[in-house]
């Protein structure tokens, strides 16, 4: 018997594309159509993620400068608690790491770093006596920085 012999066709893969009309092969790729696409994709969903991911910023913002409100707040009345007065508005939120002059009772520091920034870099608001029907007010004026305001730009006080 003689041997046999079968031809069969060799598959081939997109990479050994056949050779185009100039003579060399086409490369593989994306189509500047397909592209364009691609990016007016990533720019509508930049468009609708965007305005959403601010917005949680600024409500993060005010969250952070209610918990610093509370903090002082707290530290305040730690300080009463061991001078048996309050902070004099000249005195400031500063009393709370520097003992005030001729104060044998002083207990503090009363916080554990320097006197922080709101949340939008300015400093907070002390006023003893306060005005609020409180013995001491204690407030950030909000992103703008000035009193009144609404939204991000609201008063954050202790009242």
Sequence with gaps: MGAVSINMPVLQGRDS???SRLGFRAAAGFTLLELLVVMVIIGLLAGFVA??????VG???VKAAKAQVDALDKAIEQFR???NRLPTTEEGLAALNVAPPNEPNWGGPYLKKDVPKDPWGH???YLAPGTHNNDFDLMSYGKDGQP???GENADIGNW
């Design 81 to 83: 608690l061991d001078m």
């Design 148 to 150: 009144g305001g609404d």
């Design 51 to 56: 305005p959403r991911y601010f917005s949680q």
């Design 59 to 61: 409500k993060s913002q």
């Design 17 to 19: 594309a056949k050779p």
């Design 123 to 125: 400093p907070y608001v």
